[in-house]
Structures are given as C-alpha cells and as structure tokens.
C-alpha cells in the first residue's frame, strides 16, 4: 500500500509559479507511474501530467509547455512545477500512482489533495 501525501499548494497570482511535491511512504514507488490530477468546483477530476518510473512524461493540452513532472526515486517524491499560472488553474490537486497512462483508472493509490488558487 502506497500513501501519498502532496504539499505545497497557496493563493498565488496569474503569471506565478508554483511548485506542488508528493512523498511516497514506499521505497517500491520507483517502480510505479505517477500522475497529477486537479479537480475544480463543479468539474470532472482532469488529467495534468504523468511521468513513467523511466521518466517518459506526458501532459494535458491545457498545461502543455507550462507545467513540468519531476520524480526523484531515491527520495520517493514526485514534483509539479507549475509557472504562468492562469486562474483556470484553481483546483485542488492530486498525486497518484500506479500505471502509466491519462486516465483516473489508471492510478491505484491517491493522496488527499492540495488546494491551489490562482487570482486574477
């Protein structure tokens, strides 16, 4: 059983950055894919960014070429950088792992969400 823990979520301005990280209580989560998913009020949990245990990445169409996924295997932690943030950004943000893919049912183990609100 793999537990996530995300952090580093905040009120930040349009144009910001912000960097959201998850600790992996397992020393066997080098070996899963890990995702991040962001739900906002009233809408579907969306796909963010995923990254494979050998690093191949893939992201959503609305974080393209602004959001980067991180891993570190020695340190069971995965990272979100995310810079020109925009308010359509705000969501609370989840970490997941499991297999490589875009889809929720892809990722066995969630954390409980970290909360980033974007102003205008």
């Known amino acids: 059983q793999v537990q996530l823990v995300e952090s580093g979520g905040g009120l930040v301005q349009a144009g910001d950055s912000l960097r959201l990280s998850c600790a992996a209580s397992?020393?066997?989560?080098?070996?899963?894919?890990v995702g991040w998913f962001r739900q906002a009020p009233g809408k579907e949990r969306e796909f963010v960014a995923a990254?494979?245990?050998?690093?191949?990445?893939t992201y959503g169409a609305s974080v393209q070429g602004r959001f980067s996924i991180s891993r570190n295997n020695d340190k069971n932690t995965v990272d979100l950088q995310m810079n020109s943030m925009k308010p359509e950004d705000t969501a609370v943000y989840y970490c997941?792992?499991?297999?490589?893919?875009?889809?929720?049912?892809?990722?066995?183990?969630w954390g409980q969400g970290t909360q980033v609100t974007v102003s205008s």
């Open positions: 990254s494979s245990w050998r690093r191949i990445r």
């Open positions: 997941a792992a499991g297999t490589f893919g875009r889809e929720q049912s892809d990722y066995h183990y």
């Open positions: 397992e020393s066997t989560f080098g070996t899963y894919a």
